[in-house]
């Protein structure tokens, strides 16, 4: 035991005690790994920890000398391909997968000197809301063990909360990044899409996704930002971010005005959560924003639009797990019926679900009524954002509808599941960023507010998010967690 305190340590103040020589940075990944060793048994966040090369890494960094974020440690998504380390996406057909390359993300937090403690739980490729959906189990909220973290991003999320890593990196192609942060009670980034590479992450909607922080304060959010979002030659959809990303310190709202969409908040909405966002709004007012109404019509075709264009995308992205190129191969009597058995054992019930829906989506005959006809929904949900935005600096909605939902409470009813991300999609069908919150507590558990922009206003989000996190004062560390479990 090192006697380092990990428990709540952002990794700002992780690089603090690096830079100050307080610890090595093998220490600091020594007093992770003993923190994992005990809590995540019971938490089960994390899919792949290898102590060895943890340490290696850490003490590469501390022989180096390095400055800045040099040592500090992370967690990543297991949908980000890693070189050497498998990398499952929470899925069968991936069991024992070995990338021969690192996805940019994760090349740039190399880059960094950040030191990997694990590839992170979620649901199998990403489709889901609570990792109750990844073969290898689900992970338990360090909130109440008996609930759900959120998901997809469900792994990334746990590990922070319960002090298994002081920040890790998730993908939100409808919510992942940021429902897990809201269940969990942490800070979740959606960066605009285009400003962070996507190149090696296991693609599930590529139109939708971006990669982005999980972390416990809004300024930990914005260094990691600063240290992936970059344009990238590798991805033809990444630009970059448009302008530098700032390192925000809480201020005024004065001359600001925010829009909320109450249309959107009438049905569905846990009491515990529309109280906690309401007292956001007097926060808001009393730091001189101006509130009005704004309506925002089809973005309650969302869900809809969205469950048909990620699974057509997802159907053809998932076509390249066929038994040869990668993972799992299960033989047969011919290469057809090899096919078939392969992606019938390896892959989950949600992905077949996804990967019929999305067939039928595509299918010559119904293209122009399901496929086309989401992608002009889609459209129209961008129309509402950009006629919102010229008259409002953000958009304020909660994250989740609800608090974190008991394991099992809706797995048997994927619309209920997919509901959970009402609040969410629009933004990825807009391409727009948006910023997670923790907003209070409701009957003990996380409640979230969402911070939404036009599209490259992640400096203005992040500025926004850290005085509402300066007015909240959160515990950002479950009870539960404390006393070490
Ligand atoms: N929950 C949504 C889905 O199941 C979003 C997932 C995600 O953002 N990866 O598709």
Redo the contacts with the bound molecule.
Sequence with gaps: MTGIDVIGLTAERAMGLLRAGECTAEELAQAYLDRIAVVDPEVHAYLHVDPERTLAAARAQDAAGGDALSGVPIAYKDLLSTKDVPTTAGSRILEGFIPIQDADVVARGNEAGLVSLGKTNL?EF????STEHSAYGPTHNPWDLTRVPG???GGSAAVVAAGCAPWSLG???????R?PAAFCGLVGLMPTYGTVSRFGVIA??CS??QVGPMTLTVRDAALLHQVIAADSPNDATCTGPRDAIELPSAGRFDGLRFGVPWAELEEGVEPGIRARFDESLAIAKNLGAEIVDVELPYSRHGLAA??VI?PAEASANLSRFDGVRYGLRVDGPDIRSMYEATRDAGFGP?VKR?IMIGTYALSAGYHDAYYVQAQRVRTLIRQDFDNAFAGVDAILLPTAPTTAFPIGARLDDPLA??A??IF??PV?LAGIPALSLPNGLSDGLPSSLQIIGPAYSENLLLRLGAAFEAEHQFDFVPAAMRGGL
Excluded: K, P, V
């Design positions: 649901d990403a489709m889901g809301s998901g997809s991003s993908t939100d192609t409808g919510g992942s990044i429902q599930f909607a939708l996704e969205y469950y990620a949600e996804r599941m997919y959970n991300d969410t999609l990825n």
